[in-house]
């Protein structure tokens, strides 16, 4: 095969992952340089969502905080929320749906019967 842009690029993701995913799907391709275009787009999606999730934690950071009395942490790190996430996802048409977990509110994990609703 003759050399081609795709084996310039550094790729993240691997050849064969791509192309398990692609035989689950029922595309079978010999052409090697059409699974990594595949990876390609799958790497720059994947990185779309990363960037456009970093953006919406930084937003929710910067937002004002309501109670005065509450003082804004020294620590500067940012954490990444299933939030973040999901807005990022919506913005490019993926619905995410993910179960509520304890720390997300008060009322996970107690019974349905004694949630505030």
């Known amino acids: 095969m003759p050399s081609s842009v795709f084996d310039s690029v550094a790729r993240q993701i691997p ?11 029922g595309f079978h391709c010999p052409d090697l340089r059409l699974t990594r ?3 390609v787009a799958a790497q720059k ?6 960037s456009d999730s970093l953006q919406h934690c930084k937003a929710r950071v910067a937002a004002p905080v ?4 509450s ?19 919506r913005e490019h048409g993926v619905n995410l749906k993910h179960p509520e977990y304890f720390a997300d509110s008060p009322s996970a994990g107690m019974a349905p019967s004694t949630r505030e609703e």
């Open 37 to 39: 275009l595949v990876a």
């Open 15 to 25: 050849d064969e992952l791509v192309e398990h995913y692609l035989g689950r799907s």
């Open 45 to 50: 999606f994947i990185s779309d969502i990363a």
């Open 66 to 69: 309501k109670d005065n009395k």
């Open 71 to 89: 003082k804004q942490p020294k620590d500067r790190r940012l954490v990444l929320t299933m939030d973040d996430l999901s807005k990022a996802l």
